[in-house]
């Protein structure tokens, strides 16, 4: 028997679903009577773990076992997140320092699991029943200024590199009423900006009548003090016309899409299982910019997929050059156990991999420099979500989500106007010109 945990820590890695479980978890566990910390010392510490590549999870077991108090013992230890629903059981084989281990389905049982342990157990759930936690968490209460929100999780596209669809099950879509109810209680409680969570978010369909991502970002634009709308992450093949006319009628949904293409090869995307060809996402893109001609697009890239030549890679290249991505994220291709990718034969050599990878963001940086400079100058809304490092600095967020840095009296959560002066690949400067009266945006819903 040990003592029930006074104080915790929740650490997310990876994306930012994990980062809104873990703070639903944070909810909880306030909820039932702990206390967040965000020191060392705390008595329960919960790793809340990626999977999508090798070193994220390799990172969440040196962190388990590196987890000591300042008196030297050490914390009861909850590995949750996509390595925990991987790992099962097997996590308490892999380190004897893991207490309990919670799959990202059944993290509502989180308290009874620390009193398990607490009983001198080794809990283990890693069920995936079809979102029964949502139910059994507490209502959201405070929000900082941007809030997630996940309306959709699992994926059912299985491409061929991706552990999701093993670790966060199958596309499943939390009820409408829910998610509106989810949204306004985020508002009362601070929010001014919501993101949209879902591991295929474009796929969400409301378990009743079908309601897509289209009318959900409708509604949700009809909430008052609610200024700005996002979400990610998204499928190319879920880009419906819907969806896209709504970028061209909803004024809160900012004009910026995450819409991973992966690698401009077609025969690298066929082998990926990705459903779409580098020309069919060039045509869906052709028209979300017909619809909001001012949009900024992001992507996820990957290189050295098994197979990928020097000429693959360089329909990666011209993609990126078609497309002009305000912003990406590129990594080298790692094998997941169990992916058909991982039994693919070509691997891509180690420094051939890594050369790639740096030429390809090197380009994505020129791209997103080029997109940054072509904003200096303008009249722009920032939401403000953190203080700078410079005494009266402050950083907020443009409609195309670049971080503004800009001296002003304003609080986390304002919105001001800036000019913006200068431009670096990730970020912008800029001078304040007056405080934003009400919103900078009209609904159209
Ligand atoms: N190796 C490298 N990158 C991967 N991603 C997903 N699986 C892998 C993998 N096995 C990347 C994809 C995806 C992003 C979230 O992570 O680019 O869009
Ligand atoms: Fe993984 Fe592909 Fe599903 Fe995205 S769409 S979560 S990359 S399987």
New binding site residues.
Partial sequence: MTDLPLTFRIKSFG?QMNVYDGERMSELLAANGMTATASDDADLVVLNTCH??EKAADRAYSDVGRLKRKDGSRPMVALAGCVAQAEGAEAKKRSQSVDLVVGPQAYHRLPEMVAQVAAGQRPVDTDMPAIAKFGALPPRRRSGPSAFLTVQEGCDKF?T????PYTRGAEISRPFGDIVAEAQALVEGGAREITLLGQNVNAYADGQDGSGLDLLIRFIARIDGLERIRYT?SHPADMTGALIAAHGEVDKLMPYLHL?V?SGSDRILKAMNRSHSADSYLRTLEKVRAARPDIAISG???VGFPGETEKDFEDTLAIVDAVGYASA????????PG?P?ASMEGAVEAHVMDERLQRLQRRLAEHSLTFNRATIGKDLTILIDRKGRLPGQMIGKTQWLQSVFVETDAKIGDMVEVTTTHALPNSLGGILRRPASQSDSKVAA
């Fill in positions: 994306c999508i590549r491409c590199y991706c552990v999701v992450t991973p992966q996820d890239f990957i994220y590129s990594f080298k291709y790692s094998p997941r992916t990718a």
